[in-house]
C-alpha cells in the first residue's frame, strides 16, 4: 500500500494504558480518515481530516482523539484504552481520484 | 449519504466470469460508485469506480445502469486469488466519507 504507512503494526496495551497511532502519507492528500474493523465486520469510520488542522467524528469516535497537526501526519490517540477497542485500525487517504488505504494496525487490550 | 446493499456471498467456478451485484438506489447524479475488494485481514485495495458510463480497467468492469440505482462489478476470468471480500460504496458528498457495508464474500472455487 504505497503511498500511506502506519505505525505499529501490532500492539498489545494493558487496560487503561494509552497510545497514539500514525498514518503518515506522502501523497499530498487533504483527507485523511482513520476506521476501525472488528472481526466478520466491514470498517467502521472512527475520525477524519479533510485538511491540515481539521478533524471530525465518524461513525465510532467515543474514547478516540485524533490531531492533524501536519498535513502528512493523522494521528489516532486512545488515552484510556478499554478491551472494546481490541481492533484493526486502517488509515485511508484520498477523495476523488480513489482512496489508498495502509496496511492496519493489530490492537489488542488485555 | 447513498445507502448500498450486496448480498452477502457469491461463489464462482475458477476460469469464469463473476459479476457482483450492488444497489444504490439513493445515489445523487453526481456520487461516484467505488469498489473495494479485501483479502483477509489486509487493507482494503482499490478495484474501479464510475459516474454514469462503464468501465474497464486491467482488473475488472464497471456496469453501471442507466438509471444509476445499480451497477454490477464483473471480473473476467475469476482465479482462486480473487477469493475476497468485495464492497460496493458511494462515498459521501460533502466528505468523501466511506461508509462500509458487510460487502459480498466471493468464493472462487477450483
Known amino acids: 500500500n504505497a503511498g500511506v504507512t502506519q505505525t505499529p503494526k501490532f500492539r498489545v496495551l494493558k487496560t487503561g494504558q494509552s497510545m497514539t497511532l500514525l498514518c503518515a502519507q506522502d501523497?499530498?492528500?487533504?483527507?485523511m480518515y482513520w476506521y476501525r474493523q472488528d472481526p466478520g465486520m466491514g470498517l467502521r469510520l472512527i475520525h477524519y481530516s479533510v485538511g491540515e488542522g481539521t478533524t471530525a467524528k465518524g461513525e465510532v469516535p467515543d474514547g478516540y482523539n485524533v490531531s492533524r497537526l501536519k498535513k502528512q501526519n493523522f494521528l489516532l490517540g486512545l488515552e484510556s484504552a478499554a478491551p472494546s477497542q481490541t481492533s484493526v485500525y486502517f488509515c485511508a487517504i484520498g477523495r476523488y481520484s480513489g482512496y489508498t488505504f495502509g496496511s492496519g494496525t493489530r490492537l489488542t487490550v488485555v | 449519504d447513498a445507502k448500498t446493499t450486496q448480498p452477502p456471498s457469491m461463489d464462482c467456478a475458477e476460469g469464469r466470469a463473476a459479476n457482483l451485484p450492488c444497489n444504490h438506489s439513493?445515489?445523487?447524479?453526481?456520487?461516484?460508485v467505488y469498489w473495494y475488494r479485501q483479502i483477509h485481514s489486509q487493507g482494503p485495495q482499490y478495484i474501479i469506480h464510475g459516474l454514469k458510463n462503464n468501465e474497464t480497467n486491467e482488473m475488472a468492469s464497471l456496469i453501471i445502469t442507466e438509471d444509476r440505482k445499480s451497477s454490477t462489478l464483473i471480473l473476467p476470468h475469476a482465479t482462486l486469488r480473487d477469493t475476497a471480500v468485495y464492497y460496493c460504496i458511494v462515498p459521501s458528498g460533502n466528505t468523501g466519507k466511506l461508509i462500509f457495508g458487510q460487502g459480498t464474500t466471493l468464493q472462487v472455487k477450483p
Open positions: 501523497m499530498n492528500h487533504e483527507y
Open positions: 439513493t445515489i445523487s447524479g453526481n456520487e461516484y
